[in-house]
């Protein structure tokens, strides 16, 4: 309902998308000198290089669509998101999300190689799983990612493809025993940015 708006420097000009007709109607009523849209992110229409920056909360979940500007490797709908406000932002621009942490620990890195071809990860924060539990009601792992886009005469610097991919991590279980899971190499380099205990449970 416009948080990110509200906490914007009251002389930026925002654009928001909200799916949820109540939820935009709200944001819209709480900021009136906002452009909030109601409607589904998939359908916003706007140029490439648009904005100088983006942030939000992409869904999560394994939906595919189809768009032929910005999916047309059918990436689930939390990295197609990712991938369509990299193309909205200008070069130089900044993109902070909120996703899944199946986008930084997926076994496969098709959506991470794809959102590098377009921008530089500065950093990433995992959350605990309880993150969401009082405002959303759910538990799920997610993490912060900060991504500036790449102008088109800048290279892709050494060792900055390291979060492509993912290592064993050993963990221990609910049951007392230990087990090893799969995360991704940045977490691995910067333990620190894992705020909580990484653990597998039920």
């Known amino acids: 309902s416009g948080t990110f708006i509200g906490h914007a420097p009251a002389d930026a000009q925002m654009v928001g998308v909200e799916l949820d007709t109540l939820s935009a109607r709200v944001a819209a009523a709480l900021y009136p000198s906002a452009q909030v849209r109601n409607e589904s992110f998939a359908d916003t229409a706007v140029p490439d290089n648009s904005f100088v920056a983006a942030i939000g909360n992409v869904p999560?979940?394994?939906i595919k669509l189809w768009d032929d500007a910005h999916n047309r490797a059918q990436h689930s709908i939390h990295n197609h998101f990712?991938?369509?406000?990299?193309?909205?932002?200008?070069?130089?621009?900044y993109q902070i999300v909120l996703t899944s942490?199946?986008?930084?620990?997926?076994?496969?890195?098709?959506?991470?190689?794809?959102i590098l071809s377009r921008a530089d990860l500065l950093g990433a924060i995992r959350l605990p799983s309880n993150a969401f539990r009082r405002v959303a009601?759910?538990?799920?792992?997610?993490?912060?990612l900060?991504?500036?886009r790449r102008e088109a005469d800048r290279v892709i610097e050494a060792g900055a493809?390291?979060?492509?991919?993912?290592?064993?991590?050993?963990?221990a279980v609910d049951d007392g025993t230990?087990?090893?899971?799969?995360?991704?190499?940045?977490?691995h380099?910067?333990?620190?940015?894992?705020?909580?205990?990484p653990s597998l449970g039920h």
């Open 60 to 62: 999560f979940g394994d």
């Open 82 to 93: 990712i991938v369509k406000s990299l193309d909205l932002t200008a070069p130089g621009g």
């Open 101 to 114: 942490r199946f986008t930084m620990d997926n076994a496969d890195p098709k959506a991470r190689r794809e």
């Open 137 to 144: 009601g759910t538990a799920v792992v997610t993490d912060i």
């Open 146 to 148: 900060v991504l500036r």
């Open 161 to 171: 493809d390291d979060w492509l991919h993912t290592a064993s991590l050993t963990v």
């Open 178 to 187: 230990d087990t090893e899971i799969d995360i991704n190499s940045y977490f």
């Open 189 to 197: 380099d910067h333990p620190e940015n894992i705020l909580g205990s």
